[in-house]
């Protein structure tokens, strides 16, 4: 998808090229045309600069901006979905996949930062959607928890270092761990949205609960119509109806479920602290190289 945020840096496409014409057809005809024509070159210019401005994220890199929560949706026990007004109707939020943003709240004084990976897509305008699982403790979802509607919170990004590139790898291995799936899922959409991308996927999600695995009918809606995408769940508190796999994500799983490590294959992982240090260290057992690696 285009980057909107540098039109403005790249003038080449609808000022510098009309700019030329127009002064080489004044040298051409005559420089006692030259006042029309700076006149005319004003007026391109303008334009070009208002169509800029009127397509421009609202969201910017660095520059923290405020964003009003317009709804809030409980999926699953302490898990919801967010959704944040864009500046116009037809705005799109533009970020490249596996990016994410930074949210901040001010709370006695001191910024808590911290990131969230929009869920909505390049198809969603006029707003973005995150998807926060809650702790107890929390110190930013819990102020998340207690916003209403009309609210607002700050937000800037995107913020990322994942450089995602159709067919990157010709089988793409995803390993997430609870609210993890949000990049994950940004991957996944962006594969299966592109035509040109004929990346296969195989997708392994761990829980604690058959209950908190988040956005499970999505998933399983876009594996339904995807036969390229593989997905595997685990659990590590499974009742006795549960058909699929037990315990953390360990090495048995990964040579069973994840691509061969055969270096045109990739392995994308996102959980929370341990389980990617867990996950480092048995991927690099199984000679996974680093470069075949990305841990968000
Ligand atoms: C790149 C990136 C993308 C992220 N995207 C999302 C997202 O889309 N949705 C989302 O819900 N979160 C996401 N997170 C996690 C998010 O940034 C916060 O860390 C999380 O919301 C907790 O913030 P908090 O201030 O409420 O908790 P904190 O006050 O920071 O932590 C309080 C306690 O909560 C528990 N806790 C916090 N985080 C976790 C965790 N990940 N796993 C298990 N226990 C935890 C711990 O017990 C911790 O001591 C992402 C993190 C990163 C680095």
Redesign the pocket.
């Given at each position: 998808m285009e980057d909107k945020r540098h039109l403005l840096k790249q003038p080449l496409h609808g000022i510098y090229i009309p700019i030329l014409l127009i002064l080489g057809g004044t040298l051409i005809f005559g420089v006692e045309y030259l006042p029309y024509s700076i006149a005319f070159i004003v007026i391109v210019c303008s334009t070009q600069i208002f169509l800029a401005l009127k397509r421009a994220s609202s969201m910017h890199k660095t520059k923290w901006q405020d964003f009003e929560l317009i709804d809030k949706t409980i999926i699953a026990p302490m898990t919801s979905i967010y959704r944040f007004k864009l500046a116009r109707d037809d705005e799109v939020l533009d970020i490249p996949t596996g990016h994410?943003l930074a949210c901040c709240f001010t709370i006695n004084g001191k910024d808590?930062v911290?990131?969230?990976?929009p869920i909505s897509n390049q198809f969603d305008a006029g707003f973005f959607d995150?998807?926060?699982?809650?702790?107890e403790?929390?110190?930013?979802?819990?102020r998340l928890a207690q916003l209403a509607e009309g609210q607002t919170v700050k937000f800037r990004g995107p913020v990322?270092n994942l450089d995602y590139q159709p067919n990157m790898a010709k089988e793409l291995g995803l390993i997430a761990g609870?609210?993890?799936i949000?990049?994950i899922l940004q991957v996944i959409t962006s594969i299966i949205t592109n035509p040109d991308d004929h990346t296969k996927i195989s997708l392994l999600f761990a829980n604690e609960t058959e209950k908190d695995i988040l956005l499970r009918a999505e998933i399983d809606e876009i594996a339904s119509r995807y036969p390229d995408l593989k997905v595997q769940y685990t659990v590590t508190r499974p009742t006795d109806s549960w058909k699929g796999s037990v315990g953390y994500v360990n090495k048995e799983m990964i040579e069973k479920f994840m691509p061969e490590n055969n270096g045109a294959n990739r392995i994308f992982i996102?959980g929370?602290?341990e389980m990617k240090k867990s996950l480092a260290k048995i991927t690099e057992e199984l000679g996974w190289q680093k470069d075949s690696l990305f841990l968000?």
């Amino acid at each position: 998808m285009e980057d909107k945020r540098h039109l403005l840096k790249q003038p080449l496409h609808g000022i510098y090229i009309p700019i030329l014409l127009i002064l080489g057809g004044t040298l051409i005809f005559g420089v006692e045309y030259l006042p029309y024509s700076i006149a005319f070159i004003v007026i391109v210019c303008s334009t070009q600069i208002f169509l800029a401005l009127k397509r421009a994220s609202s969201m910017h890199k660095t520059k923290w901006q405020d964003f009003e929560l317009i709804d809030k949706t409980i999926i699953a026990p302490m898990t919801s979905i967010y959704r944040f007004k864009l500046a116009r109707d037809d705005e799109v939020l533009d970020i490249p996949t596996g990016h994410h943003l930074a949210c901040c709240f001010t709370i006695n004084g001191k910024d808590e930062v911290r990131y969230y990976s929009p869920i909505s897509n390049q198809f969603d305008a006029g707003f973005f959607d995150i998807l926060v699982k809650h702790y107890e403790k929390g110190v930013v979802t819990r102020r998340l928890a207690q916003l209403a509607e009309g609210q607002t919170v700050k937000f800037r990004g995107p913020v990322g270092n994942l450089d995602y590139q159709p067919n990157m790898a010709k089988e793409l291995g995803l390993i997430a761990g609870g609210s993890g799936i949000t990049p994950i899922l940004q991957v996944i959409t962006s594969i299966i949205t592109n035509p040109d991308d004929h990346t296969k996927i195989s997708l392994l999600f761990a829980n604690e609960t058959e209950k908190d695995i988040l956005l499970r009918a999505e998933i399983d809606e876009i594996a339904s119509r995807y036969p390229d995408l593989k997905v595997q769940y685990t659990v590590t508190r499974p009742t006795d109806s549960w058909k699929g796999s037990v315990g953390y994500v360990n090495k048995e799983m990964i040579e069973k479920f994840m691509p061969e490590n055969n270096g045109a294959n990739r392995i994308f992982i996102c959980g929370p602290p341990e389980m990617k240090k867990s996950l480092a260290k048995i991927t690099e057992e199984l000679g996974w190289q680093k470069d075949s690696l990305f841990l968000f």
